[in-house]
């Protein structure tokens, strides 16, 4: 693959009570009119996180047709399973309707925060979103001992699958709790009901890759493809070297991977707004060209930019 880079899309200017900082995780979602919504998650003066969303020209994400002012997803109420914050995952468009599958948090003394995963519904294509359930539709269990988050969700024949984060372990490292996750898989009959039995699909590679953020899977000519951000658990937060980077793998069933990071071709910038991360990536194709929405620096401080495949 080779990709070029187009530069920055998005980044929140902080004038808003809800949206202080972080454009982080973006989702692309194509809609008619040439038109793309990109939602994602901002936070407030306490890093609580909303969900909210731009609308941008599909041919050229840099022009932004509309701003969004309010939070189509809050976090819920003190003791709740997202009561500190909302973050989008993945939206599929099922029966009339939007499903947004969501990333949960609370903070966390001993682990920093515990992630679960929700479900929210939207009957006006995405402008506003109900919580379906009081509860997380998954959580931690005998599989995945610490938290899990950041689902995607495609709708393949009468199945539901899923790839989600699983954190295996919490290590105190230069005095802070670090996660280490991986990516795995589950099923579904009806959406809402996941089966999971440890099924990995991406794995540490300790040392090298210690934590697996992010999948975004799509099927291509029979071949499920999936971006993932890859990291070490040492260094992340500064050491460009160890931080986010976007890697790259297939699979004919979805279950077993072939990991071909080299391939992914993209690498960070040598200055600017992503110089020192490149993660959390969506993507998107319209008239013949693949189209990568990806986050920056400081987790997606630094907002949200794209990129265009040039060998497709």
Sequence with gaps: MKWEKKGLIYKPVGNLSWSKSHAQVPFAMPMEHGKVRIFYATRDENSCSSTSF????????SNIIYIHDKPVLTKGGQGSFDDSGTMPSWFVE???????????WN???EASYRLSIGLAVSDDGGISFEKAFKGPIMDRNMYDPIWVGQPCVLRDGDSWKMW?????KIEIIQEHPEPFYNVKYAESADSIHWDRSNKVCIDFDFGEIDAIGR????????IYKMFHSNRRAI???DDKNASYSIGYSE?????????LDSKAGFTKSEIGWDAQMNEYCTTYKYN????????GNGFGASGFGYAILKDN
């Design 54 to 61: 731009i609308d941008v020209e599909a041919e050229n994400p």
């Design 164 to 168: 989600y984060l699983s954190c295996e």
């Design 215 to 222: 999948p975004c899977v799509y099927k291509e000519n029979g």
């Design 94 to 104: 099922h029966e009339g309707r939007l499903y947004l599958y969501y990333t949960a």
């Design 251 to 259: 699979s004919e069933d979805g279950i077993l991977w072939n990991r």
């Design 107 to 109: 903070k966390s003394v």
């Design 288 to 295: 013949g060209k693949r189209f990568l929405i990806y986050n």
């Design 235 to 237: 260094g992340y937060r």
